[in-house]
């Protein structure tokens, strides 16, 4: 056992040192024994750790779990004054339960956001939320969405999470960007968007699976037949295709088919963003957690973000307040007669 001394630099997906109220730091050698830890506040800048007594080891790992961040583990050196040092640069995304955004308004968008306002403007029933009513999302709608609604506020994320890169993307073989083939929005929600799109989205699509391109693989595309069936005067869901990029490119999946609409023929796209949550674990190797279900928006734009700094997406994050939990409390059952649980407010 000797003094450890840690310089402790984290970073969010900016390239700025995290501010956060409670973060624990661990060090331990590989096999955990002889751990060390300590709990600090961080306030956007370094802070200097001293470990009076820390395991001797030449190699350590650093455990960090911050209230505002999620937990991250990485191998760290030692020399022989007892300094720790990080072999990589600690970057870690945000927890996206703590977070909430804040939406660029529709009059301060900037040039870039034209193709998505102009499709916006042509898409009069558009459901921004799975069970939301249509509307004309333009304007003070558009606006009126913020994160008091949550579940259309993720909606709204995730279609600008989309649209960020779409509007980036090119078509392989084309000129134009992936977004410049939508024609209507139909739904958005936390994890992707339908639209009317035009005949050449869905021939490029149906080309890439059949004969995949660098940057492109094919995707199963029976698991999105339904989003397309649910959507509302839409029959004969047909001659589908679905292909998905590499994380390079962000996890991009496009999904179509030719289908009828309102008594018309048409073709129809799924464009979603890694709807496993790999692409978190892709992007920082420094993550340590086991994700089920569907990817937080929250955590694409993080990916987003750090793999693509100069995207504008239409919203920045800031911290939400921590509403109390609830704690059951259990009334131990007398004989014949039922367990009680009541709520009562953590304070």
Same mark, same amino acid.
């Given at each position: 056992?000797?003094?450890?001394?840690?310089?402790?630099s984290?970073?969010?997906?900016?390239?700025?040192?995290?501010?956060?109220?409670?973060?624990?730091?661990?060090?331990? +050698?590989?096999?955990g024994?002889?751990a060390?830890?300590?709990?600090?506040?961080?306030?956007?800048?370094?802070?200097?750790?001293?470990?009076?007594?820390?395991?001797?080891?030449?190699?350590?790992?650093?455990?960090?779990?911050?209230?505002?961040?999620?937990?991250?583990?990485?191998?760290?050196t030692?020399?022989?004054?007892?300094?720790v040092?990080?072999?990589?640069?600690?970057?870690?995304?945000?927890?996206?339960?703590?977070?909430? +955004?804040?939406?660029?308004?529709?009059?301060?968008?900037?040039?870039?956001?034209?193709?998505?306002?102009?499709?916006?403007?042509?898409?009069?029933?558009?459901?921004?939320?799975?069970?939301?009513?249509?509307?004309?999302?333009?304007?003070?709608?558009?606006?009126?969405?913020?994160?008091?609604?949550?579940?259309?506020?993720?909606a709204?994320?995730?279609?600008?999470?989309?649209?960020?890169?779409?509007?980036?993307?090119?078509?392989?073989?084309?000129?134009?960007?992936?977004?410049?083939?939508?024609?209507?929005?139909?739904?958005?929600?936390?994890?992707?968007?339908?639209?009317?799109?035009?005949?050449?989205?869905w021939?490029?699509?149906?080309?890439?699976?059949?004969?995949?391109?660098?940057?492109?693989?094919?995707?199963?595309?029976?698991?999105?037949?339904?989003?397309?069936?649910?959507?509302?005067?839409?029959?004969?869901?047909?001659?589908?295709?679905?292909?998905?990029?590499?994380?390079?490119?962000?996890?991009?999946?496009?999904?179509?088919?030719?289908?009828?609409?309102?008594?018309?023929?048409?073709?129809?796209?799924?464009?979603?963003?890694?709807?496993?949550?790999?692409?978190?674990?892709?992007?920082?190797?420094?993550i340590?957690?086991?994700?089920?279900?569907?990817?937080?928006?929250?955590?694409?734009?993080?990916?987003?973000?750090?793999?693509?700094?100069?995207?504008?997406?239409?919203?920045?994050?800031?911290?939400?307040?921590?509403?109390?939990?609830?704690?059951?409390?259990?009334?131990?059952?007398?004989?014949?007669?039922?367990?009680?649980?009541?709520?009562?407010?953590?304070?």
């Amino acid at each position: 056992m000797g003094k450890l001394r840690l310089d402790l630099s984290i970073r969010d997906v900016h390239g700025r040192e995290i501010s956060d109220p409670r973060a624990t730091v661990r060090l331990s +050698p590989p096999d955990g024994v002889g751990a060390v830890a300590a709990t600090v506040s961080l306030d956007g800048t370094p802070k200097s750790l001293v470990f009076p007594e820390g395991p001797a080891s030449p190699a350590l790992i650093l455990r960090v779990t911050p209230s505002l961040y999620r937990d991250g583990a990485i191998t760290c050196t030692v020399d022989g004054d007892g300094r720790v040092t990080p072999t990589a640069p600690l970057v870690l995304p945000r927890r996206a339960s703590h977070w909430q +955004p804040v939406f660029t308004h529709w009059a301060s968008m900037s040039d870039v956001f034209g193709p998505l306002q102009d499709v916006l403007g042509a898409s009069g029933t558009f459901r921004v939320g799975q069970f939301s009513e249509p509307v004309m999302c333009t304007d003070a709608v558009f606006d009126g969405i913020d994160a008091a609604d949550e579940s259309r506020a993720l909606a709204k994320v995730s279609l600008l999470n989309l649209f960020g890169r779409l509007r980036d993307e090119r078509v392989p073989g084309g000129t134009g960007p992936w977004f410049g083939h939508v024609r209507e929005l139909l739904l958005a929600t936390r994890e992707r968007f339908l639209a009317e799109v035009d005949e050449a989205c869905w021939s490029t699509v149906t080309r890439l699976s059949d004969t995949p391109k660098p940057g492109y693989r094919p995707s199963p595309v029976k698991n999105h037949l339904d989003n397309f069936r649910n959507l509302p005067g839409v029959t004969n869901v047909r001659a589908g295709a679905s292909v998905k990029t590499t994380e390079r490119k962000a996890n991009l999946q496009f999904s179509v088919v030719r289908a009828r609409r309102d008594g018309r023929d048409t073709w129809l796209l799924d464009a979603d963003i890694d709807e496993n949550g790999g692409l978190l674990l892709h992007t920082f190797d420094v993550i340590r957690h086991a994700f089920t279900g569907g990817t937080h928006p929250v955590d694409v734009h993080e990916c987003l973000c750090h793999s693509f700094p100069d995207t504008d997406l239409g919203y920045h994050l800031e911290p939400m307040a921590l509403l109390p939990v609830p704690r059951a409390i259990v009334t131990r059952a007398r004989a014949g007669r039922p367990l009680v649980m009541r709520g009562r407010r953590k304070r």
